[in-house]
Nanobody, 117 residues
Framework: QVQLEESGGGLVQAGGSLRLSCAAS????????MEWYRQAPGKQRELVAR???????DYADSVKGRFTISRDHAKNTAYLQMNSLKPEDTGVFLC???????????WGQGTQVTVSP
C-alpha cells in the first residue's frame, strides 16, 4: 500500500510561484508513475503533469512552459514547480501514484492552491 503526503500549497498573488511536494511511502518508488491533478470548484479533476517511472514528463496544455514536474528517487518525492501562476490555477492539487506493474492508483489528500488576482 502506497501512502502519499502532499505539501507546499498556499495563497499566492498572480505571477507568483509555489512548489508542491509529494512524499511517497510504503512502496517501490521506482515503479511508480507520479502525477499531479487539479480539482477546481465546479470542474472535473484535471491531470496537470506526469513524470513516469523512467523520468519522462507530460503536461496539460494549460500549464506548459509554466509548471515543471520532477522526482527525487533518493527522497521518494515528486515535485511540482509552479511559476507564473494565474487565478485560474486555483484548486486542490492532488498527488497520484500509479504502479506500472499492477496499474493500481493511489491518491494523496490534496493541498489547496489559491491564486489571487
Amino acid at each position: 500500500q502506497v501512502q502519499l503526503e502532499e505539501s507546499g500549497g498556499g495563497l499566492v498573488q498572480a505571477g507568483g510561484s509555489l512548489r508542491l511536494s509529494c512524499a511517497a511511502s510504503g512502496g517501490l518508488f521506482g515503479v511508480l508513475n507520479m502525477e499531479w491533478y487539479r480539482q477546481a470548484p465546479g470542474k472535473q479533476r484535471e491531470l496537470v503533469a506526469r513524470v513516469n517511472a523512467g523520468g519522462g514528463t507530460d503536461y496539460a496544455d494549460s500549464v506548459k512552459g509554466r509548471f515543471t514536474i520532477s522526482r527525487d528517487h533518493a527522497k521518494n518525492t515528486a515535485y511540482l514547480q509552479m511559476n507564473s501562476l494565474k487565478p485560474e490555477d486555483t484548486g486542490v492539487f492532488l498527488c497520484s501514484a500509479v504502479n506500472v506493474r499492477t496499474r493500481l492508483q493511489y491518491w494523496g489528500q490534496g493541498t489547496q492552491v489559491t491564486v489571487s488576482p
